[in-house]
């Protein structure tokens, strides 16, 4: 069997938390930094497109406008399109015009966006959740989203939605993902929706919503030890993002772990 190269690659970078430049995050965690590392790192893999999908500031933190103009240098520069929504800890219309500049099209809020990335349509949703433990989409967002996908292309749709619509791993965090996913599923689910990108969790968690992949990536930032008792949410340090492979007939996940770990051995292949 051969196997064949991916129609497109796509990097999916999740809860960044941003503070600003010289500050650190719960005064321990340089994330201005781990973003200038990882944007470096993952050029080198040849994205088609890179996704953020939401938190892209620690709340109170007004990190935007330096963001935008940060990813609009790389994205000048390399051509590489940056695909940006909202998430909890972004202030509403955070992600505004500064934003997704490679767009065709934008929804009822600010931060819903459409982009044509080489035949693969992706649509980010904003979710809202500012001040809120959990995630929803309006009817309007959801009547937009049945126009937008009302013609399939080319190689169909990736929806980006920041707050998962799928249960949390932990106890501790139980109900802060989407409400009233079933609504959402009711609008794609005869669609060409291939699969939905999702973070806020911070570790990584896969499952479906109907028939459609549901991918949760771990945080850029700081991710959540499972090993926890269920009232606890214990950061720890590492950091990763995801490998998102587009092939005609399936669409792939992989972790990339962006921060240290010991080789074991490396041997040439083929
Ligand atoms: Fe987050
Ligand atoms: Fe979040």
Redesign the pocket.
């Known amino acids: 069997m051969t196997t064949p190269a991916p129609t497109l690659r796509l990097i999916q970078i999740s ?1 960044l ?1 941003l503070v600003e430049e010289g500050r650190l995050l719960r005064d321990v965690m340089d994330t201005p930094n781990r973003m200038r590392d990882v944007l470096d790192r993952v050029l080198t893999l040849g994205p088609a497109a890179i996704i953020l999908s939401g ?1 892209l500031g620690q709340r109170n933190h007004y990190v935007h406008d330096d963001l935008a103009a940060y990813i609009g240098h790389f994205q000048e520069q390399l051509g590489v399109p940056f695909i940006a929504i909202g ?1 909890n ?1 972004d202030p509403i219309d955070a992600v505004g015009q500064a934003f997704n500049l490679a767009k065709i099209a934008s929804g009822p809020e600010l931060g819903d966006t459409v982009h044509d990335v080489q035949g693969l349509r992706i649509i980010g949703l904003d979710s809202h959740g500012v001040g809120s433990n959990y995630g929803h989409l309006t009817q309007q967002q959801r009547d937009w989203l049945a126009q937008m996908i009302a013609e399939p292309a080319k190689y169909g749709t990736l929806l980006v939605v920041h707050h998962p619509p799928i249960p949390s791993t932990t106890t501790a965090q139980r109900g802060s993902g989407l409400r009233d996913a079933d609504k959402l599923y009711e609008v794609i689910k005869d669609s060409d929706v291939r699969a939905i990108l999702s ?2 969790y ?1 570790y990584q968690v896969a499952g479906t919503l109907g028939h459609i992949p549901v991918w949760v990536s771990a ?1 850029a930032s700081y991710n959540f030890d499972l090993f926890a008792p269920g009232d606890i949410l214990r950061g720890m340090a590492d950091g990763w993002a995801t490998i998102v492979d587009v092939y005609p007939q399936t669409v792939t996940f992989s972790s990339l772990l962006l921060t240290h770990r010991d080789e074991v051995f490396a041997k040439t292949v083929g």
Do not use: F, K
Request: proline share 0%; net charge negative.
């Open positions: 809860d938390h938190d998430g800890h973070g806020h911070h945080a």
